[in-house]
């Protein structure tokens, strides 16, 4: 059984940062690509940052630059560092784990950004 769990969550004003961390079982972590997505209210899922099992990365334009995200394949673990949080980064962040048309997702941890 895959259970991803994502943790880190909370408020922070503008300008602040927050590390969020997945912690992954029930699959062969390093030959899975891992990821973050985004769900804003009212808004559709969008991808954040994904990291490949080969560990090339693809962030969003819009956090290019201030978010960081990274694999720890002996812990089965996956973070997203985000650093100058702006309030349109609130939403509901969510871990994705993908391999070979198989996607499964944590339930995601609320992250607010508002002064």
């Known amino acids: ?51 490949t099992r080969a560990g090339s990365i693809t962030y969003a334009d819009s956090v290019k630059g201030r978010f960081t995200i990274s694999r720890d394949n002996a812990k089965n673990m996956v973070y997203l560092q985000m650093n100058s949080l702006k309030p349109e980064d609130t939403a509901v962040y969510y871990c994705n784990s993908h391999f070979y048309g198989r996607n499964d997702w944590g339930k995601g941890t609320l992250i607010t950004i508002s002064s």
């Open 1 to 51: 059984q895959v259970q991803l769990v994502e943790s880190g969550g909370g408020s922070v004003q503008p300008g602040g940062s927050l590390r969020l961390s997945c912690a992954a079982s029930g699959i062969i972590f390093s030959f899975n690509d891992m990821g973050w997505y985004r769900q804003a209210p009212g808004k559709e899922r969008e991808l954040v940052a994904i990291i």
